[in-house]
């Protein structure tokens, strides 16, 4: 079974740290999503990644397809980073219309 | 900005009473999906739609569950005779495509069965 596993499952940083949170997976994808969601439980695309890097403001993404390993970096956190981080995959395999296997999710907390 | 909407926001009903969840996907997309996180636990894939019929669908998705795109925006998901174990939150997502595309998320319709 196909998995997706991310790392760790919860992360408290104070105010201004440097946050990595990494996914990895088991076999070929063609997509990898950063998603996050916020305790109201509403979902939103941060990232969708195929091979090599992406940057949004404070947030950064990446991708090994070699090493099948995604990392979210977040720089000089804040509070309101405060959320669920979820790794998501579209494997490669044939018939596949999209559908994405979620990770478990990486809850992290920014204190001020 | 064009975004996935979903109603109602919370469903509260009774064990063997049918509930249908609607979705208005973004409006040039032509990939639809549903997906359900039960409290506490990962989101799952529940089925994918394109072209006016399901492309896949999960072992969840079992006869209970039917999806439909009843006319040019609604795209809805309806669960026939609701068991305890419904209960979550349900997510509907669309794309402009299915491969390399970004998946936009509704906000989530919470289901809870009584």
């Known amino acids: 079974k196909n998995e997706v596993e991310q790392s760790p499952q919860n992360l408290t940083a104070q105010e201004g740290e440097f946050i990595t949170i990494n996914c990895s997976y088991s076999v070929g994808i063609s997509a990898l999503h950063w998603l996050q969601q916020h305790p109201g439980g509403g979902i939103v695309s941060l990232f969708m990644l195929s091979s090599g890097k992406k940057k949004h403001g404070r947030l950064i993404a990446t991708i090994n397809i070699q090493e099948k390993h995604s990392s979210l970096h977040i720089t000089a956190s804040h509070p309101r980073d405060s959320a669920v981080y979820i790794c998501?995959?579209?494997?490669?395999?044939?018939?596949?219309?999209?559908?994405?296997?979620f990770g478990k999710g990486t809850k992290l907390s920014v204190k001020p | 900005e064009p975004e996935v909407t979903q109603t109602p926001s919370h469903q509260v009903t009774q064990m063997g009473q049918e509930v249908i969840l609607r979705c208005v996907p973004i409006s040039n997309h032509l990939y639809f999906y549903w997906y359900r996180q039960i409290l506490g636990q990962k989101v799952e894939f529940l089925v994918s739609f394109y072209n006016n019929e399901i492309s896949e669908k999960s072992e969840i998705f079992d006869d209970q569950f039917s999806v439909e795109r009843p006319d040019g925006s609604n795209f809805t998901l309806k669960i026939r005779s609701t068991k305890l174990e419904d209960s979550a939150m349900y997510f509907c997502a669309s794309s402009e495509n299915a491969d390399y595309n970004e998946q936009f998320f509704g906000p989530g319709t919470r289901l809870t069965v009584l």
């Open positions: 998501a995959v579209r494997y490669n395999y044939g018939g596949s219309q999209g559908n994405l296997i």
